[in-house]
């Protein structure tokens, strides 16, 4: 082979060597994912850096098998890695444009912490075929390493989605939200007339007038100030508690109102209908816990449930010695106030024939104080309503020899 041809052979190499570094280098300055370098730079270089680029992209969209997603207002973090672990995918957000990234990924799973939108996004990521799972943020915490930032917290919750002993989150239905926002809007709203109804009671008692407690006995102070001829009151206070009073009969009806909702949907729902079969169970306990628990079997068994609700003792064992205090108070405040609530109610009523709850219950109360029973019968509250739900049936009331 002639010397020529050598030279044009060994030219040709090394502009090949440079045009693969230079393929690379763009592909690498072009990346969308914000790992390798920022997205701004060498857009307009023509030729194979585009063929590059998205032979690059659907390679990083292809080997993501865990994300992390940190939720935030305005802009979410997100936290990719493959099936060994390496991480491909660091990357920051906007709202608007999230759906139209994963709608173009390839199905993965998903990990997200459970807070005010989780169960909004963990819908619409599991429409677009993905395996999207919501974590309590307690359980996320101790994956995040040194500084807190939506970096570190992306990645932690990537790294906890893919452990095997994770506990998760059901994701709740549009329905079930609907319905716990008609809890929430009473729970304001009496928390409201509650204040209401203290402010006339402090007003009244300024000019000698008292009512005996309890939310009933509100109408002898506002018979008094209707009474016009009544000389307890001035003329200018009457007109201003008139207002008050106005107040508070608006908020009854608004609470009768939202009442008479979860009623009509206690009904429809055969849930419910199980559910309020159970002593001490009304429409409102009953729509309650239908709507919060999407599904009865993701509990293991009934102890579980009542320890999501954080009607358990709290454990400080160790050393092989069982050491129980009080209740964890874990889990949601409002069914567990609620189960109480319906407890004290068990207590108060006395049947001609008690049923063995009851039974059991005075025989508590002769060693225990008259509250400490209270949550006590809401724990079998809870594990009755656990397997009327899990089982599909209707509340069985044993015999008073089982007692």
Same mark, same amino acid.
């Not at 920051?92 to 709608?103: M, Q, T």
């Given at each position: 082979?002639?010397?020529?041809?050598?030279?044009?052979?060994?030219?040709?190499?090394?502009?090949?060597?440079?045009?693969?570094?230079?393929?690379?280098?763009?592909?690498?300055?072009?990346?969308?994912?914000?790992?390798?370098?920022?997205?701004?730079?060498?857009?307009?270089?023509?030729?194979?850096?585009?063929?590059?680029?998205?032979?690059?992209?659907?390679?990083?969209?292809?080997?993501?098998?865990?994300?992390?997603?940190?939720?935030?207002?305005?802009?979410?973090?997100?936290?990719?890695?493959?099936?060994?672990?390496?991480?491909?995918?660091?990357?920051?957000?906007?709202?608007?444009?999230?759906?139209?990234?994963?709608?173009?990924?390839?199905?993965?799973?998903?990990?997200?912490?459970?807070?005010?939108?989780?169960?909004?996004?963990?819908?619409?990521?599991?429409?677009?075929?993905?395996?999207?799972?919501?974590?309590?943020?307690?359980?996320?915490?101790?994956?995040?390493?040194?500084?807190?930032?939506?970096?570190?917290?992306?990645?932690?919750?990537?790294?906890?989605?893919?452990?095997?002993?994770?506990?998760?989150?059901?994701?709740?239905?549009?329905?079930?939200?609907?319905?716990?926002?008609?809890?929430?809007?009473?729970?304001?709203?009496?928390?409201?007339?509650?204040?209401?109804?203290?402010?006339?009671?402090?007003?009244?008692?300024?000019? &000698?007038? $008292?009512?005996?407690? /309890?939310? @009933?006995? %509100?109408?002898? =102070?506002?018979?008094?100030?209707?009474? +016009?001829?009544? #000389?307890?009151?001035?003329?200018?206070?009457?007109?201003?508690?008139?207002?008050?009073?106005?107040?508070?009969?608006?908020?009854?009806?608004?609470?009768?109102?939202?009442?008479?909702?979860?009623?009509?949907?206690?009904?429809?729902?055969?849930?419910?209908?199980?559910?309020?079969?159970?002593?001490?169970?009304?429409?409102?306990?009953?729509?309650?816990?239908?709507?919060?628990?999407?599904?009865?079997?993701?509990?293991?068994?009934?102890?579980?449930?009542?320890?999501?609700?954080?009607?358990?003792?709290?454990?400080?064992?160790?050393?092989?010695?069982?050491?129980? &205090?009080? $209740?964890?108070?874990? /889990?949601? @405040?409002? %069914?567990?106030? =609620?189960?109480?609530?319906?407890?004290? +109610?068990?207590? #108060?009523?006395?049947?001609?024939?008690?049923?063995?709850?009851?039974?059991?219950?005075?025989?508590?109360?002769?060693?225990?104080?008259?509250?400490?029973?209270?949550?006590?019968?809401?724990?079998?509250?809870?594990?009755?309503?656990?397997?009327?739900?899990?089982?599909?049936?209707?509340?069985?009331?044993?015999?008073?020899?089982?007692?």
């Amino acid at each position: 082979m002639c010397p020529a041809s050598l030279l044009q052979r060994e030219a040709l190499r090394a502009l090949m060597i440079y045009a693969d570094r230079v393929r690379i280098k763009i592909a690498h300055s072009c990346c969308i994912d914000g790992v390798d370098g920022p997205a701004h730079r060498h857009r307009n270089v023509p030729g194979c850096g585009c063929y590059v680029l998205q032979l690059k992209e659907r390679t990083i969209h292809m080997n993501i098998t865990t994300i992390g997603i940190d939720l935030a207002k305005n802009f979410f973090q997100l936290h990719g890695v493959d099936e060994t672990g390496a991480v491909i995918l660091r990357r920051k957000l906007r709202r608007d444009r999230v759906l139209a990234y994963f709608e173009q990924s390839p199905p993965c799973l998903i990990g997200m912490e459970a807070c005010g939108s989780a169960h909004h996004w963990a819908r619409e990521l599991s429409n677009l075929g993905h395996d999207a799972k919501l974590m309590p943020p307690a359980y996320v915490k101790p994956y995040i390493k040194r500084q807190k930032n939506d970096a570190a917290d992306a990645e932690a919750i990537c790294e906890a989605v893919a452990r095997p002993t994770m506990r998760f989150v059901p994701v709740k239905s549009a329905d079930g939200q609907s319905i716990l926002l008609l809890h929430r809007t009473r729970h304001l709203l009496i928390r409201q007339r509650t204040g209401a109804v203290n402010a006339l009671r402090a007003h009244m008692a300024e000019f &000698g007038i $008292i009512a005996p407690k /309890g939310i @009933r006995n %509100i109408i002898r =102070l506002i018979a008094v100030i209707d009474d +016009a001829c009544d #000389a307890r009151l001035p003329d200018l206070a009457r007109s201003t508690l008139a207002l008050v009073v106005e107040q508070i009969t608006m908020l009854s009806q608004q609470i009768t109102a939202v009442e008479r909702k979860l009623r009509d949907w206690s009904k429809a729902n055969e849930i419910c209908r199980r559910l309020q079969t159970i002593p001490g169970i009304g429409f409102i306990t009953a729509t309650a816990l239908a709507a919060s628990v999407a599904d009865a079997g993701a509990f293991r068994s009934a102890r579980h449930f009542a320890a999501w609700l954080g009607l358990v003792p709290r454990q400080n064992s160790t050393g092989g010695k069982q050491r129980l &205090g009080r $209740i964890s108070k874990m /889990g949601d @405040r409002y %069914i567990r106030q =609620l189960l109480v609530n319906g407890a004290m +109610a068990i207590q #108060a009523h006395r049947p001609k024939t008690p049923s063995p709850l009851r039974i059991w219950s005075d025989g508590l109360s002769a060693r225990k104080s008259k509250k400490l029973v209270a949550v006590a019968v809401a724990n079998k509250l809870a594990r009755i309503a656990w397997a009327v739900m899990a089982n599909n049936e209707d509340y069985r009331r044993p015999e008073p020899g089982a007692a």
